[in-house]
């Protein structure tokens, strides 16, 4: 019988063919596809994202292991949208208006979906309008943006007007961060929440949709 706690070390360490292969034998055995989500593949990215938020772990390691997340999945997503498994929220994120930089987002796309989050990422540069007509033609609970640079923060602030003079408000959650970022420009500037890294953003999406 396989052992899903194995598919969970092993993606832990990332190693990305011997979770295909766990995930595959499981599926052979007749585990179901939910079960093995759980219990191997988010059980093993929730020791990835503890491990990262206490800095027993770097960014090398979370991508790594977000690889061997994502080889699984490649093997269970069609077989959970057959069942009708629903994620536990659906999150669009990207980066704002005005910066480049994508590693921060990246991560946070990552551990969201470690954390059986359906994500749309809309990439970089992310213009507010853009953030609007995504939200209007998703289910989206939680619009996530990140900035790295100053000069991109007030993008952000745009954003949350965009939303608010579409009617959007109330549809959706927004989060905001990355370097530059605090919690009180977040308050500033009316996001619902602030999230300092990558670990803390799963957290703060679970507590913003009362997960």
Request: charged share 20%; hydrophobic share 45%.
């Amino acid at each position: 019988m396989v052992n899903l706690s194995q598919i969970a070390d092993d993606l832990i360490k990332g190693q990305a063919q011997a979770v295909r292969a766990g995930v595959q034998a499981a599926l052979d055995q007749g585990i179901l596809p939910k079960e093995i989500l759980d219990r191997g593949l988010i059980a093993g990215m929730s020791v990835v994202g503890e491990r990262f938020k206490l800095n027993q772990i770097y960014i090398p390691e979370v991508l790594i292991a977000a690889r061997a997340m994502q080889a699984g999945m490649e093997i269970l997503r069609p077989l959970l949208e057959g069942a009708g498994v629903k994620p536990v929220g659906r999150v669009i994120i990207g980066t704002v208006k005005g910066d480049l930089h994508d590693i921060g987002k990246n991560l946070v796309a990552m551990m969201l979906k470690g954390a059986g989050f359906e994500v749309e990422d809309l990439g970089i540069d992310v213009h507010p309008q853009q953030f609007v007509q995504v939200v209007k033609g998703s289910q989206a609970q939680i619009v996530a943006m990140s900035c790295l640079i100053t000069t991109s923060m007030p993008s952000m602030a745009e954003t949350i007007g965009a939303l608010e003079a579409a009617g959007l408000v109330g549809k959706v959650k927004t989060m905001i961060g990355g370097a530059p970022v605090t919690q009180g420009y977040a308050d500033e500037i009316g996001a619902d929440g602030y999230a300092p890294e990558a670990s803390s953003a799963v957290d703060k999406a679970k507590e913003l949709l009362g997960i």
